[in-house]
Structures are given as C-alpha cells and as structure tokens.
C-alpha cells in the first residue's frame, strides 16, 4: 500500500477574480472546478490543474474575501514546487512570471504572497499540462515536485512518516506518481492563516485502500477524521506530529462526476447535497472571469 505522491494542496485567497487571473491566465494551469467550501458553502472552492484535472497537477483555493494576508510560520507549509522539464522551460518563466533564478530552479510568489518553486523534472513521471495559447507544452508547469513545510521539531516527525512510507528525502513514490515533502527551520515569527497561505496538502490513495489508510494513521499515532464523502473524491485529515494538516484523498470518482472534461470549470459544480443551496450561493459568490474565452 503506497501513497501516489501529492493529490492536491489547498491554499487561502481573499481575491477569486485575481486568483483566476494569475493561476489560469498567467501560469497557464486549467480551472477546472468552480465549486464551493463544503465546510463552508458560502465560499468558493477553486481547483486548477492540468488539462484533465488529474490529482498531482491540482492546486486549490477557498475564497475568504477580504481575508488579510497570512504569514507561514511553525508547522505550517510555505512553498508549493512545480515541475517543468528544462533549464529552458526555466527561462521562458523567469521572463513571463518574474521571481528568483537558480540552477536547475526559479522561485517566485504569487499576487498575494503565496511561495511557488518551479524545478527541473528528473522523476520520469508523466508530464500533467494544460493548454494555453501563450505557453509550448514542453515550457508548461507539468505538476508538483512536492512541497516545504516550516518546522521546529522535524525529527519528531520522522517516525511518523516512515509509517506513512515516505523513503529518503522524505519522498512518498506509488506506482505512478511520487513527491517530497522536505522540512526547513521555522521562523521566529509566529504563522497566522491568511490570503497567501497553504490550508493543507492531499496525498493520494487508490479508493480501495482509503479505510486501510485510515486505520494505518491510527495505528502510528495520529488522529484521522471519519471518511469525509467530497463527491469527486473521497477523505481523511489529520496533522502530522509538526502540525502541518494532512489529508488523504482518493483518485477519484474525478471532476468529470457532474460536468463533461470540455466544460469543466466553467460553471458553478454544486455537489448533490449542496444543489438545493444554489440559487442562494449564485447570488453570493464572487463573479469570476471565465478564462477559456480568452484562451480558446
């Protein structure tokens, strides 16, 4: 029973039309779920991905409108890492989106702050790339590497993630996919949630071991959720020992379980025990560009 790396990580935003601007406009990815916080119904829940919306490509938002920024500080993820596939695809971004160039990296944050990495891909995982008229497909953000997360005590974590199966470098590898999950010192400062700051990071599970994994977080000492039913997936939270909140999300049923792969995202998705909420919803929620017009 192995993780399949990253499912998707889930971040805050106090302003949906920029953040549809940026990540579907700017870095090319697909909005492919306009949804909302099922925790919260009266806030959106924004998913971009690839072109198929697949787990492992899929960077989310809640809206929180007006939300000050937020600070990652202890226990808290700071930096999302992409992948893109050459030094080349690295200048094309240090042009279009600005930030700070290393070899084999760029670095750079998002209109509210938020850390995005881009590398380049040695994991010989298939490249997860949406269309957009601006951007080759060779230079185009192909899915996540993994994430840096802020911690005090990472050794206390150790034992805990090696129950998960996370091997060297903190990397969880399935069959198909993998990705890291490193540690870097905390800062002084104290975090405080906000616009420009990760909520949670997915890791993926096959659906037929999704009650395995919950039992298996149980037995290495964490505290998981019940089986949370999310419509296009499935879930279980819980933090690990350094405080970063985790959950474990199925591959699948998928966004296509309530609108056709060609219009994904272009209209509010309602799960079925929110539908009834949707002519109040409408009438609440951010108007958002739609950038396929512009893109088609």
């Known amino acids: 029973m192995k993780l399949e790396g990253i499912h998707h990580v889930t971040c805050i935003t106090a302003d949906a039309p920029a953040n549809v601007e940026y990540y579907a406009g700017t870095l090319g990815l697909r909005l492919v779920k306009k949804t909302v916080n099922q925790d919260d119904p009266t806030v959106y829940h924004l998913f971009y991905a690839d072109e198929k919306g697949s787990a492992g490509a899929d960077i989310t938002f809640f809206e929180y409108p ?37 070899h084999g990296s760029l670095l750079i944050r998002d209109p509210e702050g938020l850390e995005l990495e881009l590398i380049v891909d ?68 104290r975090g405080l949630p906000g616009a420009g700051t990760v909520h949670h990071v997915a890791w993926s599970s096959r659906p037929e071991e999704h009650e395995a994994w919950r039992e298996k977080v149980a037995s290495i000492g964490g ?55 949707r002519s109040q919803l409408e009438g609440r929620l951010t108007p958002l560009p739609n950038p396929r017009p512009v893109r088609s």
């Open 223 to 277: 505290r998981p959720t019940p089986i949370i039913d999310r419509f296009y997936f499935r879930s279980i939270y819980f933090r690990e020992p350094s405080g970063v909140l985790f959950e474990i999300a199925t591959l699948g049923p998928g966004f296509t379980a309530d609108e056709p792969l060609e219009t994904l995202g272009e209209h509010l998705s309602l799960p079925p025990d929110y539908e009834r909420l």
């Open 66 to 102: 007006g939300a000050p920024h937020g600070r990652a500080g202890d226990g808290m993820v700071h930096r999302i890492v992409f992948r893109v596939a050459s030094e080349e695809a690295l200048d094309f971004w240090t042009e279009r989106a600005g930030g700070k160039r290393h």
């Open 122 to 189: 040695t994991s010989g995982d298939e490249p997860l790339i949406a269309d957009h008229p601006e951007i080759p497909p060779e230079l185009a953000l192909s899915g996540f590497a993994g994430v840096r997360a802020f911690s005090s005590d990472y050794d206390g974590s150790a034992m805990f993630l090696r129950g998960l199966g996370f091997g060297p470098g903190w990397e969880c590898r399935g069959d198909s996919r993998g990705g890291f999950y490193v540690y870097d010192d905390a800062p002084e400062a």
